[in-house]
């Protein structure tokens, strides 16, 4: 007797808002080639936004910041104690990352949007709502503890086990710790985060990232010979020069490149 099928995965409703129609026409050609999603809507400002998430009641709403009517983190704001409802920004502009992170964003892409991270990011929802909560929503205290940090979340702060973060990528004066199911940003810097988590549970690997060993699914080299880290969810890190001693003395890979 053949094995009984497995379920078919949920397809998840996406609302696009942006009022560049190049945008629109882009996300819609990535997200085509996303299995397990569907656009539901289209709106061109934050108010046709607004009207749309209420009537649609979109699963994901892949969101622009500056557009006509109200902006994208008005509307987010206003969503944020919609717990069905899951906001990806895609946006230009980088300097609304950390406001973005505050209300609970699962990314936040920078355009022309990659079709790798968006779908990262669809993944990241996906995990999101079958997973536990990676992180605890508690009042701010000022407790040392290697094992989690303190990051800002809405009105407060929010304890974040360090266990459940893939990799943390600097982004100028802040750094973003990224987890199975959502980023979080903070201002600090990459050699304090490895400190605080010490050595073995953090590998430094480039000027601009660290990672979790457990995360690396392998090693591999890129047109360059340069090694490249791929993570279980499909986020490619590649590894600055004068770190390669140490990703050789952490990982079991090879010391002659592919093209040698």
Do not use: C
């Not at 990352?97 to 990314?107: K, P, R, S, Y």
């Not at 892409?109 to 605890?136: F, G």
């Not at 987890?179 to 050595?199: C, F, W």
Request: cysteine-free.
């Amino acid at each position: 007797m053949s094995p009984p099928e497995k379920p078919a995965p949920s397809v998840l409703r996406v609302l696009l808002a942006d009022d560049e129609q190049l945008a629109l026409t882009r996300l819609e050609g990535v997200l085509a080639n996303i299995p397990g999603v569907a656009v539901a809507g289209v709106a061109h400002d934050g108010d046709e936004a607004a009207a749309q998430v209420a009537a649609l009641k979109p699963d994901i709403l892949l969101l622009d910041i500056r557009m006509p009517g109200q902006s994208g983190l008005s509307l987010a704001h206003a969503l944020r104690d919609e717990p069905d409802i899951d906001v990806i920004f895609t946006t230009a502009f980088d300097q609304f990352a950390l406001q973005a992170f505050e209300l609970d964003a699962v990314d936040y892409l920078l355009k022309p949007v990659e079709a790798q991270r968006l779908s990262i990011a669809i993944d990241r929802v996906r995990r999101r709502r079958r997973e536990p909560a990676d992180d605890v929503p508690v009042p701010a205290r000022t407790e040392d503890d290697s094992s989690f940090i303190w990051v800002p979340y809405r009105d407060g702060s929010v304890r974040v086990d360090l266990a459940s973060v893939d990799w943390i990528e600097a982004a100028r004066d802040y750094a973003l710790l990224h987890t199975p199911t959502r980023s979080h940003m903070l201002r600090a810097t990459l050699d304090s985060l490895q400190e605080h988590a010490g050595p073995d549970n953090m590998v430094r690997v480039s000027r601009s990232a660290i990672v979790r060993p457990a995360a690396v699914v392998r090693v591999g080299r890129d047109g360059r010979g340069n090694f490249v880290l791929e993570l279980y969810d499909g986020t490619a890190i590649r590894v600055g020069v004068t770190y390669a001693e140490t990703v050789r003395a952490r990982f079991p890979v090879g010391i002659r490149s592919e093209q040698g």
